[in-house]
């Protein structure tokens, strides 16, 4: 008798540590759906999303190789509220269709644990329903903006205004069900943490 299937939401801000709690479950043996990847699959050249998007927004929209622009369309929608709306109703379908394919297909490999990878999940409404529990990856706000500079070598104006147009830490607090606070911890640490929660989902 196989143990029920746990379907877990993981999300977390910028610079949270969300991908590298995501690698450890893996290893763990869960099933990764990742959102993220996901959307850039569909405005990839060839992507799903690519024919809509040009009728909605323009041809001047897709580079010549025949992706989503990625940046221009970043530019767009982050200063226009109805142009994110817009590309959102286009994007968010067509990822829940390819995320219900794939946790069935996970499901049907006899899977204990399928973790979807979403970092809009508190802002998006949608998911809780879908998912049996909610994992949050917290830490503070000034450890967030150190992490992304370093990484992506961004200044910390630009990582202030993502950070502000994510949900806020309280919400996502508010949301988990279960919390790993990742502050003063090293990779490795993380890692140690991550393998102790995983019986909790079935691992």
Same mark, same amino acid.
């Given at each position: ?16 540590? /969300? ?48 992706? +989503?622009?990625?940046?221009? +369309? ?9 142009? /994110? /709306?817009?590309? !959102? ?8 269709? !390819?995320?219900? %394919? ?20 508190? !802002?998006?409404? %949608? ?19 150190? %992490?992304? +500079? ?9 990582? !202030? /205004? ?37 019986? %909790?989902?079935?691992?």
């Amino acid at each position: 008798m196989h143990p029920p299937l746990q379907r877990i939401g993981l999300t977390g801000g910028i610079g949270s540590g /969300k991908s590298t709690v995501a690698r450890v479950l893996v290893d763990c043996g869960a099933a990764l759906i990742d959102a993220d990847a996901i959307s850039r699959q569909l405005t990839a050249p060839g992507g799903a999303a690519i024919s809509a998007l040009a009728s909605q927004f323009g041809p001047h929209i897709i580079t010549a190789e025949g992706a +989503m622009d990625r940046d221009r +369309m970043r530019q767009l929608a982050f200063n226009d509220p109805a142009i /994110k /709306k817009q590309l !959102e109703a286009i994007i968010h379908p067509l990822v829940s269709q !390819e995320s219900l %394919r794939q946790s069935s297909a996970a499901a049907d490999a006899g899977r204990a644990c399928i973790v979807f990878d979403i970092p809009l999940l508190v !802002e998006s409404g %949608r998911w809780r329903q879908q998912l049996d529990r909610v994992l949050v990856v917290d830490c503070t706000e000034n450890t967030q903006i150190a %992490r992304v +500079m370093a990484r992506n070598a961004l200044t910390r104006e630009s990582v !202030e /205004k993502i950070i502000a147009a994510q949900a806020s830490r309280a919400q996502r607090l508010a949301a988990a069900d279960v919390c790993i606070c990742n502050e003063g911890l090293s990779l490795q640490a993380l890692a140690r943490l991550v393998c102790q929660l995983a019986p %909790r989902f079935g691992l």
